[in-house]
């Protein structure tokens, strides 16, 4: 499929970008996502207007506009008054703004709403959650090029080009799936890695260690992410580590709790290798910014397939795309992740009905949480969806499973492994 406007890829940030001064205009119903935008754009030193109202944005672009009009405008599209792309077709109509830069973030844009916000007359669409590195490149090409033709992008055409890396990583993960998933993807980059369990053997293995960068998963046992990440920027007030949040959750609400402890950016799981080497290129290449500078990250890429994937959905067990880029990251440890996987299921059956009978809500909750993450690396997105609904009803409401839908985990176990016996080992 390809989008008129384009998803995002992950390109390097532009070393010369200087965009200092202009006047932009940011907007956005969603107050959070607004006051996260705002942060990521402070490093620019742009000047930055918000509105959390899109007709009092059209009110303040008119009045500026025979003053000191704005140079570009970052939009939402989903909004409830109207949307970004009525928005932009407004602003289009305002004379001194018939060529203004738009550039617009979506969180689920579909093709029909790529072709309607064309038509408006937007330059540009990003997929949220977005990197800094993203939105600053965006931004570069917007300001240089602003009459530039839409971008065209489809699965087969990205960059998917893995770069080789040096440094010493330090990767804070309690499950053991996806620790072989982030240590095979970081190894083929050139990386070195150290494991951690959980927030408290970080803290130690910071302590006596020498890293260029720390991944942080947020869901951890004895310390968590956000506990072990304060403990350090304790000790180390200057920050000069780089901390990238790992976690399942990409709410705004999530990414804002990341950045509030100190964290530099943010990689929800699943994720590409692409977008990790991204991330991580972007942060082992360059001096650290100024504290607190957290930006969202998301897959960003189209998956695509070879003429030798799976064919066997299995009525959409599986998602084969996300199963087969896991198997090429993961090359020759492929059938190891497997049989790891399919003991994690097996010690969730026994362990998740123990909890409830000891009325452990803790426990339960850490193991719905980690096969949520863990199955979601595989593409099996049913069973992981299911996990996620047990940990927020655990973690939210103090809610154990029901036994239909214990039953029901107990089934799609059973599915998962069978399908993995019939389809995923490699010759």
Known sequence: ????????????????????????????????????????????????????????????LKKSASTEPFQLVISDYRMSAIDGAELTSKIRRIDTYNDIPILILSSSCQLEDSQKLQQAGANKILSKPITCNILFSALDSLCRNKKQDPILLSATHTNTKIERLSGHILLAEDVLTNQLVATAMLEQLGLTVDIANNGLEALDKWRTGHYQLILMDCQMPILDGYQATARILAEDPNNSVPIIALTANALPADRERCFSVGMDDFLSKP?????????????????????????????????????????????????????????????????????????????????????????????????VHSMKSASANFGFNEFSALNRKLELNGSKEGQFATEAELADLAEQVTKIKQWLKENAYAA
């Open 1 to 60: 499929m390809s989008l008129p406007l384009g998803i995002h890829s992950t390109q390097p940030l532009n070393k010369k970008l200087d965009l200092k001064g202009k006047k932009v205009l940011l907007v956005d119903d969603n107050p959070l996502n607004l006051n996260i935008l705002y942060r990521m754009l402070q490093p620019l030193e742009m000047n930055i207007s918000s509105c959390s109202d899109p007709i009092n944005a059209l009110d303040k």
């Open 271 to 367: 994720f590409e290798q692409q977008a990790l080497a991204n991330m991580l290129d972007y942060w082992l290449s360059r001096t650290k910014p100024e504290p607190h500078h957290l930006e969202p990250t998301l897959n960003t890429q189209e998956p695509t397939m070879g003429n030798d994937t799976i064919t066997d959905n299995s009525d959409n067990l599986v998602e084969l795309n996300t199963f087969e880029m896991l198997k090429k990251a993961m090359g020759n440890n492929f059938n190891m992740l497997i049989d790891a996987f399919i003991t994690s299921l097996d010690e969730q059956l026994i362990n998740l009905p123990k909890s409830i009978q000891d009325n452990d809500l803790k426990t339960y909750v850490r193991e």
